[in-house]
């Protein structure tokens, strides 16, 4: 049996007790579930999560714990691990393009809603069996700036196309519905006005009511500077929806993957070489739990701790940084300004880590391998 606590006080004390020389994430339930209630609490209308983001057990079991019960999911496994954490739990399949044999599974599990955004798609589930009670969400796609990237070219059908598929959703006999996403990392109200604007247009040209508006993902994680106003954003959303429906006002729910995990989770990492050039090599990188990196930019909140958890205050100072592996391609987006008396052994910690760190995560080279701690708190 380990003499080490289960939960840790925090990363340093797990690092300076430990030494690891792996990358360890650290997870703080406290810090999900809060961010979880204050979704609940700004948000005027039903949380999900999107899995997508962190599919990891103690994350949805403590959002369950949280009193989520209805999340976001993309693929039949993502639809069984909600459901062994909250076997009753609604789950909203907004990933619009299914295999027939992905769909059976979907329509087993009881899946309550389904996002489209093609007549193809629209068919499958026709031809799944009858639509009594079930959910259709039209997707809708615009050419909205504001976001870091959106999902455009790949989903979501035009305003015309889109009145299409609600009318033939309502005479199948789904319960109709639309939905959207801003994009990724999206901090402007802006976005999501225009696109609440546009769907109930598109409503009133289709002559169908809205059972449900889905607002998507899309709220930012906070990676640098000041931290995104999520209460603004959803004061716009609950505005937009006042100016844009009216009386006509469908009831709302968004899907927050990104913005719901990633403050819960900090990423520490091991400085394994300075090099005589000035570079420094981690022992993880694009492959491991930066593979956002190239997309996004680097993490800006982050800290450089001794392996004594002493924290290094030396002047910033601009360096090249490597992932691990063999490709040369394995390197942080171009530079880290990491503090001059930063040594071989170093443990560099990247706050705002619990999205996308570990789900898209690779094995190559041997690398990539991430420990989880729990800590009570990630300062």
């Not at 739990?89 to 489209?116: D, I």
């Not at 976005?191 to 009133?204: C, D, G, H, K, L």
Request: glycine share 10%; hydrophobic share 50%; proline share 8%.
């Amino acid at each position: 049996m380990s003499r080490h606590p289960a939960i840790w006080p925090a990363p340093g004390h797990h690092l300076r007790t430990r030494r690891p020389d792996h990358p360890v994430l650290f997870f703080a339930p406290g810090a999900l579930r809060a961010t979880a209630a204050r979704f609940q609490a700004g948000f005027p209308g039903l949380v999900t999560y999107a899995v997508k983001a962190n599919d990891a057990p103690e994350v949805i079991e403590n959002l369950v714990g949280a009193g989520l019960a209805a999340f976001d999911v993309a693929s039949p496994d993502e639809m069984e691990r909600v459901r062994a954490a909250l076997p009753d739990a609604v789950l909203h399949y907004n990933n619009p393009v299914r295999s027939p044999a992905e769909l059976a599974v979907a329509r087993r599990m009881g899946v309550a809603s389904y996002a489209v955004d093609d007549g193809g798609e629209l068919q499958k589930l026709i031809a799944a069996g009858p639509a009594a009670g079930l959910e259709v969400a039209v997707r809708l796609s615009l050419p909205i700036k504001g976001a870091a990237y959106d999902f455009g070219a790949k989903f979501g059908a035009d305003p015309a196309r889109c009145a299409e598929l609600l009318q033939a959703a309502v005479a199948a006999g789904f319960t109709p519905a639309m939905t959207f996403h801003p994009g990724t990392q999206c901090a402007d109200p802006a976005a999501w006005r225009a696109y609440i604007f546009e769907a109930a247009q598109v409503a009133e040209a289709a002559g169908v009511r809205l059972a449900r508006l889905n607002v998507g993902g899309g709220f930012a994680a906070h990676r640098g500077g000041p931290a995104p106003d999520l209460e603004a954003i959803f004061s716009g959303i609950a505005g937009a929806v006042r100016a844009a429906f009216a009386a006509n006002a469908p009831a709302l729910v968004c899907d927050p993957g990104r913005a719901m995990v990633a403050d819960a989770f900090t990423l520490a990492t091991r400085i394994k070489a300075l090099r005589e050039d000035g570079s420094v090599f981690l022992n993880d990188g694009i492959y491991g739990g930066f593979a956002e990196a190239p997309i996004l930019g680097n993490v800006a909140r982050m800290r450089v701790l001794s392996p004594e958890g002493v924290v290094r205050l030396g002047r910033a100072q601009p360096r090249v940084v490597f992932g691990p592996t063999c490709d040369s391609l394995d390197r942080l987006p171009g530079t880290l300004p990491l503090p001059a008396d930063a040594a071989a052994g170093d443990y560099v910690l990247f706050d705002g880590m619990g999205a996308y760190s570990t789900a898209t995560v690779t094995r190559f080279n041997g690398y990539g391998g991430i420990v989880r701690a729990t800590v009570h708190a990630l300062a």
